[in-house]
């Protein structure tokens, strides 16, 4: 189900970290047992996309919010350990953000496992901010 971020995650309050995320799902960088929020900024490219991984342990509402600063089209996804999007209800959790502006999604009862946030982009050197929240 998508909608509104609920009031106790504050996605703007989170910190900042500074890590270079991996370009593919091996090498995604780890955010492990997931709980709260995350808040990251940097850049993707035709060759350089930006993974993520986090676990959850517990049927978990996701919400997930993209800001693009470039010129180009990014896509911005939740998928599954074989690189597929995950689909909730039969919707895609994913999401096309148009340059200069935000797209988000808010999902509930996203079953545990492991997952990625993907971020891509058919441009280079586009930046981006990413803000992840899981209760």
């Known amino acids: 189900m998508q909608g509104r971020l609920p009031q106790p995650i ?7 970290y500074h890590i270079d995320p991996g370009n593919r799902l091996r090498t995604a960088f780890n955010l492990g047992r997931f709980r ?3 808040r990251y900024d940097d850049s993707v ?5 930006d993974f ?13 919010w993209w ?7 990014m896509i911005g996804a939740i998928v599954n350990r074989d690189g597929h999007v995950v689909r909730q209800q039969g919707f895609p959790l994913a999401r096309r953000i148009l ?4 797209a988000s999604f808010f999902a509930n009862d ?3 496992g492991i997952y990625y946030v993907r971020i891509t982009s058919k441009g280079r050197g ?5 803000r992840l929240g899981a209760l």
Do not use: C, E, M, W
């Open 52 to 64: 993520f991984r986090f676990q959850l342990t517990d049927d978990s509402t996701v919400a997930v």
């Open 10 to 16: 504050s996605l703007q309050t989170s910190p900042v």
């Open 99 to 102: 340059p200069g502006k935000t």
């Open 45 to 49: 490219g035709r060759n350089d996309p």
């Open 67 to 73: 800001a693009n600063s470039s010129s180009t089209v």
């Open 36 to 38: 709260g929020s995350f």
């Open 110 to 112: 996203i079953r545990p």
């Open 126 to 130: 586009n930046d981006y901010s990413l």
